[in-house]
Each structure stands twice: as C-alpha cells, then as structure tokens.
C-alpha cells in the first residue's frame, strides 16, 4: 500500500539530511547543558520546514497534513524527544489555530516570523493543579477597555522558557468550559515570567517552563476566536497535536527498530549474531509491528484532518497506541542491547527516557481511554 507520494519521500529526505547532520552531532551536548541553541528554528525555516500547512501568502509551505506527520517522524528519530516536541508543539499545536481561527490581522502579523523560525511559539493550557481538566483553568482574563489583563499561571509549558508568543488559555466567564477564551501573548509583555524546570527523567534538552502572568496587558485584539470559545480552540490544538505526538512515537519506534537491528546484526555471542538468536527476533519483530500498527493509526488521522472529517476520536486512538508502543518499542531495544542499552553511549536508553513523558503529554493514556470510551458509548465518564 502506498501512502507517501514522491513529494512526501523528498520532504523526508530534507529533514533526515537536517537531522543528521545538524541536529544529531550535538544532541548529547544539548541535553548536558539542558537547552538547545536558537539557530535551530531560523535554519528550519530557510529549509522550509516550518508552517508547512500553512498558505504561502504567509510564507507557509501549502502542504498537506502528511507531509506534517513525515517532518515528526524525522525528527523523533533524531534520538532528540527534546528536538521533536519542540518541533511539534511549535508546527501542531501552538501555531495552528491562529492560522485557523486567528484575525487576518494576527496572521499577517506572526504568521511569517513563525514560518522563517523568527518567532517561536508555546501553547499554555497545563495549570499547577489542572492538569487534564481543561475545563477547570483558573486563569483569568478581565476586560479592562480596549485591553484584557491576564492573571495566573500555566505549568509544564513545552518552549516555555525561550517562546517569543504563547497561545494562552484564560477565563473571561463563569465557570466551565464556555468561560474560557484564547489570547496570542507576547512573552515579553510585563508581568510575563517563566521559570525553567530541570530535573526531569527525559526530553533533558527541551525549554520546558512554568509561566506567571501578573496584571499581563494584551489588546482585545490579541483574542483568537471569539470570547467564550476557547475550549474548542483547546480540544482542537489537542486533537492536532496528539497526531504530532503520535507521529513523534512512531519516529521514536522505529529509531528504536533501527538500533536493535543494527546493533544485533554485528553484536555476536555463541559464535554467532545475536540476531539469530530466536529471543532477539522476538524482540525486533515486536518492535516493528508496534512502528507499523502506530504509523496506520497516525496516517488515519492526518488522512481525516486532510478531508475535512471529523478526527478527534481517531487522533485519541492513534496518540494512545503509539505513546504506549513507543515505550514498549525502547523497552524492547534496551533488551535487545544488554546492559550497553542502559549507558549513555548507546541510543535506546535515550529513547526510552524521552518515550515514557508521550504517555502523559496531550492527554494521558487514561483520559486517551475515556475519550473513545464516551465517543463510542455516548455516555460521559467525566463528572
């Protein structure tokens, strides 16, 4: 079955001669230093690797939804989750309802920086105490004139500490999710703050931050959609962004299918490779029905979003399977490693590390699991 055409294959082909030489050689250094340096996002958009969806008269790619999920592949097999989450989030989650909802106005006014990697962005939704109920954001939006200001603080924000505009989700109503509203906010807008958070178990080389909004001042302007309507923008940016993250998985798979093949081809004990080892083929064939089935599920989704059908439920299916296997898939290489997969001199180890955060990022598995038990049911397990 073929899926890619020959535009798609010489896309891959550009972002994997990206990732190799520019990205690969410094991940290491990157992630001991805990932060990954700013040339990457202008270099990205001079290869065109950003706002490949987006229409050219804002210097997008006019692309299709594929061509997205092949750039999150590459970049996943990177070994980087650090390098691939900011990707995404900046392509497939923060940047795509402005294209989709925003004012010509606002368009016309970051849409190119995005894509030339001049403005990078973040999508602020994660509260201290929220976490998966988007419904419940405490951050709140007054009006103030021609002005709305912005109070309260988000949590666990990929891109956080060096975005130069956040997507933020705040309330401007009464309680649930018709209060809530969409802002494009400039970081550095006073009483804009962002804390660094270090010492996590991966993604070791991603700017992920805490933000503090005090009295922040954005013009009413500045609102993507319209007031009250922000949750949809929410559920919408999530549903997106879990095909990114999905396809991210499936690029971490099949890093991982590359390692544990090339490693247990020339890796020989018993006087043989331990590839021929029946326990070893268990393990790689494991691991590269987790990266098909996973790729299935993803290209589903962007197939729906590229004919305009609904996707949400199917993007639930495809971001729980492959967070789930892409773990099972860096589980599985580790074994097929030894104990070099457990040093860092050795891919899987990193893998494993990154894959584990997929499980909990856009959602969690379990509340993966409630979405497409209610869609399927039409009963709601959420209070």
């Not at 700017?207 to 949809?232: H, I, N, Q, Y």
Request: proline residues 3%; neutral net charge.
């Amino acid at each position: 079955m073929k899926i890619f055409n020959e535009q798609h294959e010489m896309f891959r082909a550009t972002v994997r001669s990206f990732v190799d030489k520019e990205i690969a050689p410094h991940i290491e250094e990157w992630e001991a230093a805990g932060r990954m340096p700013r040339w990457i996002w202008p270099r990205m958009g001079e290869l065109g690797l950003l706002g490949v969806e987006y229409d050219d008269k804002y210097g997008g790619g006019g692309s299709d939804v594929l061509t997205s999920a092949v750039l999150h592949e590459e970049c996943a097999r990177s070994r980087s989750g650090s390098f691939a989450m900011a990707v995404g989030v900046h392509c497939d989650m923060a940047s795509p309802h402005l294209y989709w909802t925003g004012s010509e106005a606002l368009k016309e006014k970051y849409l190119p920086a995005i894509c030339r990697g001049e403005a990078l962005t973040a999508i602020a939704v994660t509260e201290p105490g929220g976490g998966s109920d988007v419904a419940a954001i405490r951050t709140r939006a007054v009006r103030d004139g021609d002005h709305y200001v912005i109070n309260g603080a988000k949590m666990f924000i990929t891109n956080g500490t060096w975005a130069d505009v956040a997507l933020v989700f705040a309330r401007t109503g009464g309680p649930g999710h018709r209060g809530v509203s969409a802002f494009l906010v400039p970081t550095a807008a006073a009483g804009f703050t962002r804390r660094e958070i270090h010492g996590k178990l991966g993604l070791r080389g991603q700017a992920t931050a805490e933000l503090a909004f005090d009295g922040v001042r954005v013009p009413a302007s500045a609102m993507v959609g319209t007031e009250g309507k922000g949750f949809s923008v929410a559920m919408a940016a999530l549903a997106k962004g879990r095909m990114s993250v999905a396809a991210g998985c499936v690029g971490i798979a099949r890093g991982c299918l590359d390692a544990a093949v090339s490693y247990a081809t020339q890796r020989r004990q018993f006087g043989k490779p331990i590839a021929g080892h029946q326990l070893v083929q268990r393990l790689i064939a494991s691991i590269a029905v987790d990266a098909d089935a996973a790729r299935l599920l993803t290209l589903r989704v962007a197939d729906l979003i590229e004919r305009g059908l609904p996707f949400g439920t199917e993007s639930s299916m495809a971001k729980l399977f492959a967070s789930e296997a892409a773990v099972r898939a860096a589980n599985n290489a580790l074994q097929v490693f030894g104990g070099y997969g457990y040093i860092d001199e050795y891919p899987v180890g990193k893998y494993l590390r990154d894959a584990r955060v997929m499980t909990l990022y856009e959602g969690t598995t379990q509340i993966q699991e409630l979405l497409i038990g209610r869609a399927l049911t039409g009963v709601s397990a959420f209070a």
